[in-house]
Nanobody, 120 residues
Framework: QVQLVESGGGSVQAGGSLRLSCVATSLIYNMCMGWFRQAPGKEREEVATIGRIAIRTYADSVKGRFTISKDNAKNTLYLQMNNLQPEDTAMYYC???????????????WGQGTQVTVSS
């Protein structure tokens, strides 16, 4: 069982930045890790993923603005979010899956989420 705990959410104005963190209770170096988000009234969507050899994927809506990274020594996943826009407002979830990212990612484990709110 893997537990994931997110932090770093908050409220910012459009154009601002936030950095989300996700600490895992087990080793993540060999796992597919990802960030998802869900806005009110919408389905949960994949935002970004990173695999064992650090191959990254991004949703088209965040390319060039968001960067996913990980620190295997700290078992921590990050999401750097720049130039945030009101449409980025959502609950952001950390997710983990077994070795080898597939497209779309199929998480086996979820965090409880951290809220990001962007005002115009």
């Amino acid at each position: 069982q893997v537990q994931l705990v997110e932090s770093g959410g908050g409220s910012v104005q459009a154009g601002g930045s936030l950095r989300l963190s996700c600490v895992a209770t087990s080793l993540i170096y060999n796992m597919c890790m990802g960030w998802f988000r869900q806005a009110p009234g919408k389905e949960r969507e994949e935002v970004a993923t990173i695999g064992r050899i650090a191959i990254r994927t991004y949703a088209d809506s965040v390319k060039g603005r968001f960067t996913i990274s990980k620190d295997n020594a700290k078992n921590t996943l990050y999401l750097q979010m720049n130039n945030l826009q009101p449409e980025d407002t959502a609950m952001y979830y950390c997710a983990a899956a077994g070795p080898g990212c597939v497209n779309p990612m199929k998480p086996a484990y979820w965090g409880q989420g951290t809220q990001v709110t962007v005002s115009s």
